[in-house]
């Protein structure tokens, strides 16, 4: 059975067939009765297949999983595609119950929220009227690699890595047409001087998704029209960059796709009442990424997607960025409000992102001014950082804390310091040969071992 909750406001999603004009994509959708609109441009001259682009209209509707009664399109798709799709609605709608209706609830309107938790109702996935063909379009693979870039520290890690060790890499930037581009912007010029194989598509998702909140009932005020350090429901992110990009994919003949998913600590993500989740980051797992690779590899496009960087912590990936790659180093914003002085974009300094940059550069004894935070907030923050708030695995954010204090404050987790080699979530078998021992041999100069999970415990 598939439980309804009292949740469900939006009735029906149509997706009309996308439009397909050259390097650009529009997309419709009829949401009970008025049309909202997707717009997708590259920065590079592209054939666009529309198979390609029935998938990219697809995707973003998986955020809305658990807010939908329907959802139907003018188009077939191959029954995989309906499989994929389906599955990634479940885990979302998951996702979403636990991680925001129950864990976060200042978003939404009290008497909306359940009642209690419900695997169930967790699980609910809309009705989905989809016509199926089995038409595929094989994308044959060139060996290049695709980097999934944005600024932050884990995907100019990886950018650096990449370009040592001699792979063909293509920065690929998805620019939403909102104040996240600010985040992004910083490495993009400056990667668009110096290596020309940056790219970019535009898309107007984070219009779409503003629009769409508005037709979910369960949402307050709050969620509607204050400024937040994390997106109300969306969770289905990283996805609908990777759909976005397909037609790159296929004209540069791109192998494997990479993102900069660092190390998550299996042993905090417990099931809720019976529940299992990702604590809102199944699209940065080890389990997704070989969920899509299975995907794409049934529909013949062969492109592995894996990330090079899952098994160290953030405040080991800061270590050898600043040590091994300055001048890249120097790119990195990571902040929820980025914003202009003086021509450079800088970080805002204060919110859970900044945290999280600042504690990790302070206890590896790097100076943030490097990447334009102000004397004033590095000062605060010296004062301040055991008050503040982050969102870190409690390991890492103890033991940066224990170093940036001298002992005085936190407590020593030797772990944070080694690569992490755990099946379940940071396996190194899963990096593709052709690049593991490589990019294992830089990881450990700046590392002290392995450690691996054994009854619970980091060993």
Known sequence: MNKEGKYVSINNITIKEPEISKSKIKISYVVDGEISELLIKYSRPLD?????????????LVNYSLFTREIEAEFPVDKEDYNFFQEMM?????????NKLIKRPEFFKKELLPDKPDKEEAEYIPNMKFKFSDVKKP??????????????KESLLTYGMMKEIGSEVFPIYVNESGGHWRTAKTAYDYMMKNDPNTIRAWTTVDRFYREMNLRVSALNERALKMWSDTYPIQLFIFPVYIFTILPYIRALRISYVMKGDEFDDP?????????RH????YDQTMEFDKKIT?????????????????GISGYVEERILFSRYPEIAALQRSCHSCHYEG???VPCGKCSKCNGVLLFLLANSIDPALIKYKKEDIDDFKNNYKDRLYRLDDDEREHSMFKLSNGKVGKPHEHIEKIHDCIECCDSNYIPEDFKDK????????TNGITKLKNGEWN
């Open 439 to 446: 990019l294992m041999n830089i990881m450990k100069h700046y």
């Open 278 to 281: 990702f604590y809102g980051i």
């Open 267 to 275: 042993r905090n993500m417990k099931p809720e009442n019976g529940i």
């Open 139 to 152: 994308i044959k693979g060139g060996g290049s690699v695709a980097i999934l870039s944005s600024g932050g």
């Open 48 to 60: 666009i297949e529309v198979e390609d682009a029935r998938l990219i209209s697809i995707a973003p």
């Open 343 to 345: 021509g450079n974009i």
């Open 294 to 310: 299975e995907y794409f590899k049934i529909k013949e496009f062969n492109t592995i997607f894996f990330s090079a960087v899952r």
């Open 90 to 98: 479940r885990i979302n709608s998951t996702e979403v119950y636990v």
